[in-house]
């Protein structure tokens, strides 16, 4: 096991909820809770992945009514399996558990804004801070990076003035780990999030 800190800005993000000013003509507070499934991009192609379910809850603010900006901050738990054969006695079959603070800003646009139904499309970017690592069987796999960051595009429907439902694909941008075994590796994090939440 491996435990991260939580990196500043995530603090920042949170911070932010509570000092962006009150004159946009609409806001909105939207907690939330979801699925996801993590599927590992990897360099060397000998390396194999294959995705497993986790979940998420957090909360996000939206301001703005066309146009809108939607920061948010969520406790998430993602799981991956790694496989590989390498030219040694090493077999890698792990399962890789993450516990992790995600901090969001999307950027989005109604499409369809009437009642009952809104709409949404949107894009952004995230910050994953890695704050608890478990691995099943290889304690050698410990070049973990703290900070993680992915470029999610969604759509999103608001329905009857205060349920939400969310669908994103987010592009992992940045290394999950630079080694496995002695291996240089580049293996990114790109997750499937389905959320659903309340509107107030």
């Known amino acids: ?31 939330q809770i979801g699925v996801s499934a993590s599927l590992l991009s990897t360099d060397p192609d000998s390396l194999q992945s294959s995705a497993r379910f986790g979940y998420q809850v957090g909360l996000s603010v939206r301001f703005g009514e066309s146009f809108y900006i939607q920061p948010g901050l969520y406790w998430q738990r993602s799981s991956t399996e790694l496989r590989d054969e390498f030219p040694s006695p090493e077999e890698l079959n792990e399962s890789i558990d993450l516990d992790a603070i995600l901090a969001s800003v999307h950027i989005g646009y109604y499409l369809l804004n009437t009642d009952p139904l809104n709409l949404r499309i949107q894009a952004g970017l995230n910050g994953t801070s890695i704050i608890n690592v478990e691995n099943t069987e290889f304690d050698e796999i410990v070049d973990f990076n703290t900070i993680l960051l992915g470029a999610p595009v969604g759509v999103g429907v608001d329905l009857f003035g205060f349920l939400s439902a969310d669908i994103t694909y987010e592009f992992g941008l940045t290394s999950l780990f630079d080694q496995v075994f002695g291996l240089d590796v580049d293996v990114t994090n790109n997750v499937f999030r389905f959320n659903v939440g309340l509107l107030f």
């Open 1 to 31: 096991m491996k435990v991260r800190l939580l990196a500043p800005w995530s603090i920042g993000i949170l911070f932010a909820f509570l000092t962006l000013p009150s004159s946009f003509a609409q806001t909105i507070v939207n907690p």
